[in-house]
């Protein structure tokens, strides 16, 4: 269940200027009713006379009565304020506590436990929502860098297969958490409001299908095998500057919104397919040529060949 980390409001401290201007107050509201009192009914008898001093004694004892009721009253929301600040103070020290330890865990020399660590991160990020975006953050930055052989069997394309599970897992949970719920639920797993860093990652099966971001950069980003993002929103900004797709670049029924989207640079080495419904800017980016291969653009841009790269296309917009 999501919980507000929002610092409780700490409620001013009374001065003793602010006491001590009550208390007059109160006494001279008992002055000035007695007063009042007494000159009005001057001509009455000394026993109404009496029974009015004591009304006016009575509506400063009553005044007296509400103004402790009313200390009190803020006595009790001091405390338990005090005890608000206390607890959320100690929830942020447990959630900078395993935020640390699940970090140290991605830097760990085993596969296991840096898997262990995103799942960690996932949990927090679950549990604790204003603390989603820096988790983001971390685990983009984990993509980022550079994989590292971790097994006995290394691979040069992706560091080995052990981890290989660990990025896969990193993209799926990122996948996960930004796809919109078919039903809005209390319990959603969706994190709104989220932007990606995944410029010069090496990715591998992105599917970032039906899924929402604030704004994305893929710039200089390799995708290895499909990317597809068919039906994702960019609210704000996209960019795939400079990125290598090396199969499917699947971005049907894309919303690119805000800031719109760039591809300056970016190559396309093997099927494509932007449907019918996706606008996008794809000026300075190539593509191979391959008569095999299934290429489709949107309507306002076709492939016009390099002459000085054989089999390879610039894209450009069409002449209306």
């Not at 990125?243 to 800031?259: H, K, N, Q």
Request: glycine fraction near 8%; include cysteine; aromatic fraction near 8%.
């Amino acid at each position: 269940m999501a919980r507000s980390q929002r610092t409780p409001e700490v409620p001013r401290v009374l001065s003793n200027r602010a006491i001590t201007i009550g208390a007059v107050v109160v006494v001279g509201i008992t002055l000035l009713s007695t007063t009042l009192l007494v000159v009005v009914l001057r001509d009455a008898p000394p026993k109404v006379i009496l029974e009015a001093v004591r009304t006016s004694a009575s509506i400063g004892v009553g005044t007296g009565g509400a103004a402790a009721l009313w200390l009190a009253a803020r006595r009790q929301r001091s405390t338990e304020v005090s005890i608000l600040r206390r607890d959320h103070d100690a929830t942020e020290t447990r959630v900078t506590e395993l935020y640390g330890r699940a970090a140290e865990q991605l830097s760990a020399d085993k596969a296991p436990v840096r898997l262990a660590g995103i799942f960690a991160l996932e949990r927090l990020g679950q549990t604790y929502p204003t603390h989603r975006q820096t988790i983001v953050d971390l685990i983009c930055a984990y993509l980022r860098m550079s994989p590292e052989a971790s097994d006995e069997q290394p691979s040069p394309e992706h560091g080995g297969p052990q981890e290989f599970e660990v990025r896969q897992a990193a993209q799926q949970v990122l996948v996960t958490h930004l796809r919109l719920d078919e039903e809005p639920a209390e319990d959603s797993l969706f994190w709104p409001d989220i932007a990606l860093n995944l410029s010069g990652a090496v990715l591998h099966t992105f599917t970032f299908s039906r899924c929402r971001v604030r704004s994305a950069t893929f710039a200089d980003a390799s995708f290895h095998g499909p990317a597809v993002f068919r039906g994702t929103l960019f609210e704000r900004q996209a960019d795939f500057r400079g990125v290598r797709f090396s199969g499917l670049g699947d971005f049907r029924r894309v919303g690119f919104e805000g800031e719109g989207v760039t591809f300056r640079g970016a190559t396309f080495a093997g099927e494509v397919d932007f449907g019918t419904q996706t606008t996008a800017a794809l000026t300075g980016a190539m593509t191979r040529l391959d008569d095999d291969t299934r290429r489709k653009w949107p309507a306002d841009w076709a492939e016009r060949p390099l002459p000085d790269e054989p089999g390879w296309a610039e894209l450009v917009a069409r002449r209306g």
